[in-house]
């Protein structure tokens, strides 16, 4: 059994997972601080491939990134790189499709958090930064962690952008995702369920973590809760 497809899932998701962490925080956190008008037209724009159909967004990608395309064409002609059908062109694809998951779930967190602790940091000469790191992002961090493990575990079983703009090649650009597909039109129903039991395997784990993260927010809201009457 090959387990290249594995590890490109692997590490695909992980570095799409890296990008998103602070992409998501940093649009999450100024975006907040936006006028009303301009703050919903950018969730609008920020969450759309949440919603829109997996192969619509690789469909917009290979329009944008393709080598006949304004960029891919300037790149491949600048440094000879193609920005497609490659294993790396697959993170543009997760990227984009997780980044909504990051963003809503770090600015949920954001938006409950108690800004009278900024403000008292505030009044307390302490930094923006200080402020944002060592007090907003401590309390937030279980919606944080919430957010990356979902966004991880949604690159690591995407499929319809990541096979329109990389493809599918064993050895070079197949992903679990891609592997079960290909396997399913050979017939080969055998390789295909130790596949799928991988993937399953991989999701029940993210999802207990999941859940863990979210019982230990829990406990600790009542803990403080308790706290407070006391």
Known sequence: MDWYPLWNSLR???ISTVIIFFAGIFAAYYIARLPRLIKGVLDVVLTLPLVLPPTVVGYLLLRVLGPQRVIGA???ETFGVKLVMTWWSAI???TVV??????RTVRGAFEAFDETLAYSGQTLGLSNAYIFWRIRMPCCRQGVLAGTVLAFARALGEY???SMIAGYTPGRTATI???VYQLWQTN???LAYKWVAVNIAISAVVLLTVNMLERRSLLRGASRARSVKA
Do not use: K, Q, R
């Open 92 to 94: 543009f694809a997760t």
């Open 177 to 179: 995702s891609t592997t």
């Open 188 to 190: 080969n129903d055998a």
């Open 98 to 103: 997780i980044f909504p998951l990051m963003y």
């Open 12 to 14: 695909i998701a992980a």
């Open 74 to 76: 300037w790149v491949l």
């Open 160 to 162: 319809g952008a990541t």
